[in-house]
T-cell receptor
């Protein structure tokens, strides 16, 4: 049973560029969330997708956008990259988006902006 | 808005000693509560979660946590530390409510060092 898988694992981008990160949820899960974890900090919620719609959004600018596909996989896009966007980006999945549902995390994608 | 406070960004324990990691939450309604562990260069692994069934929750790897509503706390303990417990631990809350969704709000984390 595959868990949450993310790609790429590491990438380096230049300021002003755009990046796309990809996520496949755990088998059977239909809800995907994205978190940003800066070095030495706890993860911060970016947004959540269910039935291909953004259901919840954290305090992140519009440069951060996402998409969920019919097979429940998801992408996170970040435009006009800033140095401060350097972080570990974690994808998480769950069965449904009801409060209390267990959320499983992937290994993350390390983004470095130079 | 919910918030989570983890007292102590670093904790050092001797192998075999008690591990105690503190977590306090701020919420008008008792939330759902979680503890996750993160090993170096890895994602988050769920240790345990509280969903109002029992106040003492047992998790994986010998960890347990007790929900205390009066103290708005959800401290994590393990009776005897093992070298493999060296990692960062995060407490998280999810708002309790029909339309609340299940987004997690995390504390700042506590890094555990286990001394031989």
């Amino acid at each position: 049973d595959a868990g949450v898988t993310q790609s790429p694992t590491h990438l380096i981008k230049t300021r002003g560029q755009q990046v796309t990160l990809r996520c496949s949820p755990k088998s059977g899960h239909d809800t995907v969330s994205w978190y940003q974890q800066a070095l030495g900090q706890g993860p911060q919620f970016i947004f959540q997708y269910y039935e291909e719609e953004e259901r919840q959004r954290g305090n992140f600018p519009d440069r951060f956008s996402g998409h969920q596909f019919p097979n429940y996989s998801s992408e996170l896009n970040v435009n006009a990259l800033l140095l401060g966007d350097s972080a570990l980006y974690l994808c998480a999945s769950s069965l449904g988006w009801s409060s209390g549902n267990t959320i499983y995390f992937g290994e993350g994608s390390w983004l470095t902006v130079v | 808005a919910q918030s989570v406070t983890q007292l102590g960004s670093h904790v050092s324990v001797s192998e075999g000693a008690l591990v105690l990691l503190r977590c306090n939450y701020s919420s008008s309604v008792p939330p759902y509560l979680f503890w996750y562990v993160q090993y170096p260069n890895q994602g988050l692994q769920l240790l345990l979660k509280y969903t109002s069934a029992a106040t003492l929750v047992k998790g994986i790897n010998g960890f347990e946590a007790e929900f205390k509503k009066s103290e708005t706390s959800f401290h994590l303990t393990k009776p005897s530390a093992h070298m493999s417990d060296a990692a960062e631990y995060f407490c998280a809350v999810s708002e309790n409510g029909r339309a609340a969704g299940n987004k997690l709000t995390f504390g700042g984390g506590t890094r555990v060092l286990v001394k031989p």
